[in-house]
């Protein structure tokens, strides 16, 4: 069994900052990939940033330059750090692992980029 606790999210004007953090609890290893991904409303869940066992990261071509994944394995903990916010990032934010199985999803983290 597997909890995943996302939080951080808030509101912001474009080009605003907001660090996301996931809590993981249960039966998980810190070592394993890691993914953030993001849900806007009326559309499908998308993959945002990566982060695998090794500390490789990978991001959708929409947050390069701008979102910066990383890990703190001691508690398990995976971070997203998203700078020069956009509207069109508006979206509940969730992590998980990079592919099935997944996790039981947890509540995400709403994130909202307006002026």
């Known amino acids: 069994q597997v909890q995943l606790v996302e939080s951080g999210g808030g509101w912001v004007h474009p080009g605003g900052s907001l660090r996301l953090s996931c809590a993981a609890s249960?039966?998980?290893?810190?070592?394993?990939?890691m993914c953030w991904y993001r849900q806007a409303p009326g559309k499908q869940r998308e993959l945002v940033a990566t982060?695998?066992?090794?500390?490789?990261?990978n991001y959708a071509d929409s947050v390069k330059g701008r979102f910066t994944i990383s890990r703190d394995s001691a508690k398990i903990t995976v971070y997203l750090q998203m700078n020069s916010l956009k509207p069109e990032d508006t979206a509940v934010y969730y992590c998980?692992?990079?592919?099935?199985?997944?996790?039981?999803w947890g509540q995400g983290t709403q994130v909202t980029v307006s002026s």
């Open positions: 998980n692992k990079d592919g099935w199985p997944y996790y039981s």
């Open positions: 249960g039966s998980i290893l810190s070592i394993i990939t």
């Open positions: 982060i695998t066992s090794t500390g490789g990261t």
